[in-house]
């Protein structure tokens, strides 16, 4: 009984995604495959105990034992306070780090720390709404902070007043990464570099682009996959740090955002998936004097998936800032290229090259290439390591960093 009903759940999970791609085309069919893969491991739980609750009733009407019947209720309530439906997943992810390197000025130089602990609550509040927290414990100038990394609400659905829900139409309300690009979206431990690159560091801040607001996304009516992501965001202010190893500015306050890509199935093994983008904020030193930023960017991954889980990732961003200050403007350009080979289940390699002009009055530029090699033991316990040489200094650094975790969360690279 408990397997043909969780069947019945999953038919008719696939039947509602197969539904809202008529009208797309084999790529559109697969991304939805990718999510409903992905979500399926968050909904487990879910079903699971509903299904355990459902035979459990059934058994207690079949016996005619209706007194079992508060009984059941208080271990439900002992379990959890509420129906154990409503229980969240729960998950821990630690980051343990190692660096070496020439420049002895670096923060936990030729140490070993514990770089980061996340902890993830999870779970769907309505069939086609799902909440997820994450939240993080940092190191900082050798001090720990924790703050709410993201805590936002996905609609797959948007019911509106008189004409019910749009196909294709869903919205994200919270404090999120903004999906420019295919690295801002992704918490850095699901990456298989370590570092975050150059460009986005320089233009983005140090943690990327993340901001609390509304985002909103669309699947276009067309006999292709072609989605637009739009958002307004709040980001808070901070310092930027344009010392000589960071160089980073960042963008603040009110930010405006929009991304137009599309995904394509150009072989039997190969993917290709382009977009392009536009950010609107204001820049880091907007506190001191007039800062206001732009940034217009392209990316294109490209995959090729080979036998026994290999593949070829070859992935592109490229970004152009203007930004505007007292009496003059500033126009800098970045980009970094990434070719990474996935042997199989285990180990990965993989090469990056970073370049980008300091968004500062007296324009330096950073260049960077590393190799990069990542050893999974699973899916939640990885070896990841990485070597990056300064072509411009001439310096030398190495990360290696063992990524552990336990329960269902994870962020898979799109």
Known sequence: MRTLL???????????????????DVAALQQQFMDLQRQFTDMKTYYDTKIAHM?????????????????????????????????????????????????????????????????????????????????????????????IEEAFATFFEVPFPYIGSVPGFGAVVGKKF???????????????????????????????????GVMLSYTLPLP???????????????????????YSLGIVDETYWGRLWTSLET??????????SYVKGEGGEKDEMKDRVQVVGADMTFRFFGEEASMITFMNEVYYMRRDIPDDNIHRSGFFNYLEYKVNKTWSFGMRHDWVETPFEERETLNYLSFIAQYSFSDMFKLKSEYQYDLEENNNTFWLELVTGLGPHSHGMR
């Open 6 to 24: 969780l069947f019945i759940c999953i038919c008719a999970v696939s039947a509602r995604s197969i539904f809202a791609a008529e009208t797309a």
């Open 55 to 147: 035979q459990q009733r059934i058994d207690e009407l079949e016996s005619d034992n209706v007194d079992a019947a508060p009984q059941t209720a208080s271990v439900f309530k002992t379990y959890s306070g509420n129906l154990p439906s409503q229980l969240p997943d729960i998950s821990v992810v630690g980051v343990t780090s190692g660096m070496w390197s020439d420049k002895t000025d670096l923060e936990d130089n030729h140490d070993i720390v514990i770089k980061e602990i996340e902890m993830a609550f999870q779970g769907y509040v309505y069939p086609w709404a799902r909440y997820d927290v994450f939240l993080a414990v940092e190191r900082e100038e050798a001090e720990y902070h924790t703050h």
């Open 178 to 212: 903004i999906d420019i690009g295919n690295v801002n979206p992704v918490h850095s431990h699901e990456w298989t570099f370590i570092t975050r690159p150059a460009v986005h560091e320089v233009f983005f801040g140090e943690e990327g682009l993340n901001g609390t």
């Open 224 to 246: 292709f996959f072609l989605q637009l992501d739009v958002g307004a965001i709040h980001i808070d202010g901070h310092e930027h740090d344009n010392d000589a190893e960071h």
């Open 267 to 276: 072989t039997r093994n190969t993917e290709l998936e382009t977009g392009i």
